[in-house]
């Protein structure tokens, strides 16, 4: 005959065990999780930095180089007619330059 005493003891070593397997298990998926968790925080915030540096480089490309026009298909402006205009433009200057070499 077992002794109920003993019984209870070993009963609550073995829930004992196991609870702390169990605890343990939790402890390092939740440990693994925040470790992924930070790995990819970490990755996202350099791909963040990353795209902010290229687009910086490419506005200062784009104000040290002010000749370069960027026409996007967000633009309301009808082609052709600042094509005309330029060309308008370009014809009165070289009006200009004839009559100013007639004068001098």
Same mark, same amino acid.
């Given at each position: 005959?077992?002794?109920? @005493?003993? $019984?209870?003891?070993?009963?609550? *070593? +073995?829930? =004992? #065990?196991?609870?702390?397997? &169990?605890?343990?298990?939790?402890? %390092?998926?939740?440990?693994?999780?925040?470790?992924?968790?930070?790995?990819?925080?970490?990755?996202? @915030?350099? $791909?963040?930095?990353?795209?902010? *540096? +290229?687009? =910086? #480089?490419?506005?200062?490309? &784009?104000?040290?180089?002010?000749? %370069?026009?960027?026409?996007?298909?967000?633009?309301?402006?009808?082609?052709?007619?600042?094509?005309?205009?330029?060309?308008?433009?370009?014809?009165?200057?070289?009006?200009?330059?004839?009559?100013?070499?007639?004068?001098?």
């Amino acid at each position: 005959m077992s002794n109920p @005493l003993t $019984e209870a003891f070993i009963l609550g *070593k +073995a829930f =004992a #065990e196991v609870v702390t397997e &169990k605890v343990e298990d939790s402890l %390092t998926h939740i440990l693994s999780d925040i470790g992924k968790f930070d790995a990819e925080t970490r990755q996202r @915030l350099e $791909e963040f930095a990353r795209e902010v *540096k +290229a687009r =910086a #480089e490419a506005q200062k490309q &784009k104000t040290d180089n002010p000749t %370069t026009i960027t026409v996007t298909a967000d633009t309301t402006v009808d082609l052709q007619e600042l094509l005309d205009e330029l060309r308008a433009e370009i014809a009165r200057l070289k009006a200009e330059l004839n009559n100013y070499r007639q004068k001098s």
